[in-house]
């Protein structure tokens, strides 16, 4: 998994609780790397839900409240840090819709070693269905960085999950929109 994914993450906590709780993550999940993480490194993704996982205990909130609360959080550092997927007029379909063949195929040509998901998008009647496929169990981030997205654009959309009975999908998202 890509270091800024760490580093956001870490930034985050540090943000959120402090520097000391950054500490005790470290040394409470015990990651290999020993938490010594460059935004332009890559680090086994087993590290991140060691970390997660800490946290969880930590702050006794559910590992996926916490994941979700991070995948709404990185999307907006993601608007931050590539400009260049938000040049020009768009909205939360039209960016969505451009996951797979837009956005993660440029993140593929900038980091040929990201293990990127795959998501199958459809048009649905007043909205999308995005079908999350990965061998990484990151449904809870898929979620929050929807959530971003819809946050980032300012709309007001409903997403309903569920899962998804196709082989090595993990969620199925529904997205209808409210205004
Ligand atoms: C500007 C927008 C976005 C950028 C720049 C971006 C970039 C990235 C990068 C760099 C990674 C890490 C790859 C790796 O660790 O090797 C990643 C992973 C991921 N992205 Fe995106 N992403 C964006 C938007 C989204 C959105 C809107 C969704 C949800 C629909 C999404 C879903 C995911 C998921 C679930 C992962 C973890 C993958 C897994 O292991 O299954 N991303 N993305």
Not at 130 to 158: K, M, R, V
């Amino acid at each position: 998994m890509k270091g800024m994914i760490f580093t956001e993450f870490m930034e985050m906590v540090e943000a959120t609780w402090s520097l000391d709780m950054v500490d005790t993550l470290i040394t409470r999940s015990q990651v290999p790397s020993g938490g010594a993480y460059t935004s332009v490194g890559t680090y086994p993704h087993e590290e991140i839900i060691a970390l997660v996982t800490a946290l969880s205990r930590e702050t006794e909130t559910p590992v996926s409240a916490l994941v979700r609360g991070f995948g709404k959080h990185l999307f907006g550092r993601f608007a931050l840090a590539y400009p260049r997927f938000f040049v020009g007029d768009s909205d939360c379909f039209r960016f969505l819709s451009g996951i797979e063949n837009v956005i993660h195929a440029d993140v593929r040509k900038l980091y040929p070693d990201a293990e990127l998901p795959t998501f199958e998008v459809e048009q649905a009647p007043g909205g999308l269905t995005l079908t999350y496929f990965s061998d990484h169990p990151f449904a809870d981030l898929a979620h929050g960085l929807i959530e971003g997205c819809i946050a980032h654009f300012g709309e007001t959309i409903e997403v309903r999950r569920e899962a998804a009975d196709l082989p090595g999908a993990q969620a199925r998202f529904t997205l209808t929109r409210k205004d």
